[in-house]
């Protein structure tokens, strides 16, 4: 699961946002009105792609409530964002720091992942921005206006601070992540926000991504690269025909099971030891599996 891909709730489809670690669960970002009663928890389940057995992948856990008052018009409640945080269910794969992309401006034909590289400190008028949804794919324009204050048609709803781009969405692109491309060749991107709304087919407005933060709390949400650390052997070792021996190893960002290969050669070449064995960070090893007189590395 990863952003921009359609999203189900109830008898309504949205876009996933981006995916996101927040107080180390890991979830989703969407909008606050892609679930079933905006500005609370209730437990809304998202489904992927539609709802039915089996399609479940998470359940709404964070939906911070609008005020009143203050900056909010009389009459009217607000918030700072259109958003709410997802926790994924148990066992659910999800990409993070990724967003599906589409063979073009206008597709919906996904062919690969944008990376999200950073978040946008701000965002300016004249600025390229793009968006990823369910409904219209990517599309792409400029920024023409900053920090409106945007009142929800049809609602008594005032979002604060909210930013609009001349470009393309329809329903059920509500959720879709905004963002700039840094590098069209690597497909590596900003993160600006989640679009929430638009007027004519030819703009849309999204929630920034300060916004956005400053409601849920702060959120990781760039992609990590996987990383492991063998920590013993680390070569010179001498181990004696017959003894038992821990390898041991750190990871970071890296689900599922590794395989444990032996170079005797400085990495020249390599034997497989173990394949498929769970990511523990440790594995016994009998010095009769590396053969006698030689140093495991």
């Not at 008898?11 to 979830?27: E, K, M, S």
């Not at 070792?237 to 750190?250: A, F, M, V």
Request: glycine letters at 14%.
């Amino acid at each position: 699961v990863k952003g921009g891909l359609q999203i189900a709730f109830s008898i309504y489809l949205c876009t996933l946002g981006f995916n996101a670690i927040r107080n180390g669960v890991p979830g989703y970002v969407t909008n606050d009105h892609c679930t079933d009663n905006m500005g609370q928890v209730d437990g809304t389940n998202h489904y992927q792609p539609n709802v039915g057995p089996g399609y479940l992948i998470g359940v709404e856990t964070v939906d911070p409530p609008f005020f009143t008052g203050g900056i909010c018009p009389a009459g009217r409640r607000c918030r700072y964002s259109d958003s709410a945080f997802g926790q994924y269910a148990s066992g659910v794969p999800f990409a993070l720091g990724k967003i599906a992309r589409t063979a073009g401006l206008g597709s919906l034909d996904i062919v690969g992942e944008w990376t999200i590289l950073s978040e946008a400190s701000s965002t300016v008028a004249g600025q390229t921005l793009n968006k990823v949804g369910r409904t219209t794919g990517w599309t792409q324009g400029q920024v023409t206006n900053t920090c409106v204050l945007t009142y929800v048609a049809n609602t008594d709803v005032v979002r604060i601070c909210q930013h609009f781009v001349q470009a393309g969405s329809g329903p059920g692109d509500s959720g879709s992540p905004v963002f700039k491309i840094l590098d069209p060749t690597a497909y590596t991107v900003e993160l600006h926000g989640i679009l929430w709304g638009g007027s004519g087919g030819t703009l849309f407005v999204f929630s920034p991504i300060s916004q956005i933060e400053s409601e849920l709390g702060p959120l990781e949400t760039t992609f990590q690269s996987p990383s492991i650390t063998v920590i013993s052997p680390n070569g010179g070792e001498n181990w004696q025909i017959g003894e038992t021996h821990q390898i041991q190893w750190t990871s970071q960002n890296l689900a599922g099971n590794v395989d444990i290969l032996l170079s005797r050669d400085g990495g020249t070449s390599w034997e497989t030891l173990f394949t498929n064995i769970p990511n523990t960070g440790a594995k016994a090893v009998s010095y009769t599996h590396l053969r006698a007189h030689e140093t495991g590395r």
